[in-house]
């Protein structure tokens, strides 16, 4: 098993890099999106946490910027239905504290944002994780979250019903004034009518 990767940058490309290790081998790691943001430029070092996925058909590398992104990963990857692409789809989505606030707070439609995942699909990784994404690499960085009274989750939620994208709904409430899930969601609609 291959857990780390630490070496120079020799390739970057949307979904994955090549590193090589000082022996001489470079390794080709896909990656989402959250950890080609981190990975530095062509030839300057880089260390990555490594998950080797091997089938029948391939071997597969996938490169991670943090071990809470890698144990995302392997939680998905555990879900029926969630294979290495569309969990590093759901990564791509945002850090991976943002992925697991969602996952433990029941949030559907950030889910259902990601391309391949339809809602049983979303529902099932919601019924198997929600309980396990509790905290993610220790106390530092324990996620903390109220299910379902979040007044933004609520109000991007009523934006995503009325046909927003979940991504201009993000937006829309990020820059909305109010206490409320109702104030929030007025706020936003002004902003979006704008």
Do not use: N, W
Request: proline content about 4%; overall charge negative; glycine content about 12%.
């Amino acid at each position: 098993m291959i857990a780390f990767v630490e070496g120079e940058v020799v390739g970057r490309r949307e979904d994955y890099v090549v590193v090589q290790t000082a022996g001489g081998v470079g390794y080709h790691l896909a990656v989402s999106a959250e950890t080609l943001a981190q990975v530095p430029a062509v030839g300057r070092p880089v260390s990555l946490h490594c998950h080797l996925v091997a089938r029948d058909d391939a071997i597969a590398l996938y490169g991670f910027a943090s071990e809470d992104e890698r144990g995302l990963f392997l939680m998905l990857l555990g879900v029926q239905g969630v294979g290495p692409k569309v969990a590093l789809a759901l990564l791509s989505g945002g850090p991976p504290r943002e992925l697991a606030s969602a996952l433990a707070s029941g949030d559907v439609a950030r889910l259902q944002a990601v391309p391949g995942i339809g809602k049983r699909t979303a529902e099932r990784i919601l019924v198997e994780l929600r309980e396990k994404v509790i905290a993610l690499g220790g106390d530092e960085t324990e996620i903390t979250v109220t299910r379902g009274d979040d007044p933004r989750r609520i109000a991007r939620d009523g934006l995503v019903e009325l046909g927003f994208t979940v991504q201009e709904a993000d937006g829309f409430v990020a820059r909305a004034d109010g206490e409320s899930a109702e104030d929030l969601l007025q706020s936003a609609l002004k902003a979006a009518r704008q």
